[in-house]
């Protein structure tokens, strides 16, 4: 069980990236709430089957590097989560973003209820 912020988005993250590595979609889709805001490089989308179906449009191959430079913990069941994720396409191409996470904690555990990915400052 992760005991710090920082624990608890790492984990959550490590299995995002685990998933999205892998191409599995499913397993992406999973450490997000069933009612989640996702707002990747396509106009958003609410839930999981919007998350399962982005990453499924993405090519096999595509691996992801992640940095958290902030942590919060606004309430006892939410962290959120902000730095950088660069994806890398298979013929190489990185495609560098912000990124920025908000997690509840529930039954089912620590899982992204927002999701939100952006240029970085120029």
Do not use: C, N
Not at 50 to 60: E, I, L, M, T
Request: proline share 7%.
């Amino acid at each position: 069980m992760p005991d710090t912020e920082g624990d608890i988005v790492r984990a959550v993250l490590d299995e995002w990236k685990a998933g999205i590595d892998a191409h599995d979609p499913a397993r992406v889709a999973a450490v997000f709430t069933e009612d989640a805001v996702f707002q990747g490089l396509r106009p958003y989308t609410v839930g999981r089957d919007g998350v399962f179906a982005y990453y499924d449009g993405q090519p096999p191959g595509l691996t992801v590097d992640y940095r958290i430079e902030e942590v919060r913990r606004p309430a006892e069941q939410v962290v959120l989560g902000y730095g950088r994720a660069d994806f890398t396409r298979p013929d190489g191409t990185v495609t560098a973003l912000m990124l920025g996470v908000v997690l509840t904690r529930g039954d089912g555990g620590w899982l992204v209820q927002q999701y939100q990915v952006s240029a970085p400052p120029r």
